[in-house]
């Protein structure tokens, strides 16, 4: 849980600077400042679980850049994203990377209390990250240590066409009469409410998070998460009420638990879903010319008076405590951290960068982000970044599960009250 302080530190004024690229595998212009802390030559080896092509050309760019000034071969191995959470559990323990990707908050704290990721505060106090990161560091520290460098942040929200509501003369909801009413008018215009696909179950954790964040608050949201409140509560009885009236009344794109979160973006992209719940990577399943038709809007109020609570997701980049090359992974990252290179790197996925000295975005989203950033009371990371891995995992199965058959709430609610007791004893 973090406070709106963090986002504004996250999000303060941006120092402009000039970005320098001269063909593919050259370092931008900061990165002549670096002076490599280790000698030359040796290896280092990176898992990368990133799915986008352009930050995967971005890392390859830099990578090349950091091997032709310092001689050190960087060897760069991607994943699939979905395998990676399941291969990092593995690796971690045999045959560990150099340098891994992986997620901050307490899917980072269940490898650290494993003794799985190294320690780098030496790191952040050499390169003097503290001043530049402010609060977002807080993502990556447990007991006063920091085990990786935060990345990406993500604001998730509701996104929208601006041309399709601009002809269809709506509105963004800003409250549950006004969604309700805008599913109705999307219905009759032939499209669906809101496109979701969970093949992947992750997206039935950001909607369950904006359910509860808006009907019971930050508090008792991470109360849950922290495996504090029961799932049988009765705090929850009205988010499962609000879930399936969305679900009876057909608010929701059909058959989505056969398809993914790409699928569903394509069906907001290609003017069959009005809104669709998510964070600014939805813009990948845009083509670039249409990209500037995105808008964002806050999921509406559910209960008069709530202050205002949303997900803001942080991914990190971490040295696993069996890695061969230490050193020349905190060389590498301090590399790869270099305003100019983060700022490209984050600029590929629409995120919001974690220092406030990288270069300003492009992307009308970031900036529109930025902002709604200050309006925000507080923040939570995601279902499945809040809570413990097994209790995430059960969580979400039982959240598809309840999207298709609705009638079984009580049995799922038993059944993930059982999980909870299991984990969290």
Known sequence: MTSMQKGSSILGASVSRRRLLVGAGTAIAAASLFSPAVAKGGEVKIISNLGGAEQRAVLARVA????????????????????????????????????????????????????????????????????????????????????????????????????????????PPKTYAEMLALGQ??????????????????????????????INGLDKHMALMEGKVAYTDPMLKPVFDTWEELIKADFFSPNGSSFGWEQAGAMLAQKKAALMDLGGFVQSAFPKEERDQIAYAPFPELVSGMARYEDFSVNSIHIPKKAANKEGARDFLAFFYAPENLGDF?????GIPPRNDCPPSKDALVNTAVEELKKVKGTAQYYDRDTDPDMAQEGMKGFQEFTIKPERREQILARLEKTRARVFK
């Open 64 to 171: 090349a850049a950091y091997e032709a000034k310092t001689g050190v071969k960087v060897v760069i191995n991607n994943m699939d994203h979905e395998a990676h959470k399941t291969a990092i559990r593995s690796y971690l323990a045999v045959g560990a990377p150099d340098i891994c990707f992986w997620f901050s908050g307490n899917r980072m704290k269940t490898f650290v209390v494993r003794d799985m990721f190294d320690d780098i505060s030496d790191l952040v106090a050499r390169e003097g990250l503290a001043d530049k990161l402010g609060v977002t560091l807080s993502a990556v520290t447990v007991d006063g240590k920091q085990y990786g460098l935060p990345m990406a942040g993500i604001l998730w929200g509701l996104f929208y066409r601006k041309d399709v509501f601009a002809e269809k003369g709506w509105a």
């Open 346 to 350: 984050i600029e590929a996925e629409g």
């Open 185 to 214: 008018s999307a219905r009759s215009a032939g499209m669906a409410p809101m496109a979701m696909g969970t093949k992947e179950l992750w997206p039935t954790g950001g909607f369950f998070d904006h359910l509860n964040l808006r």
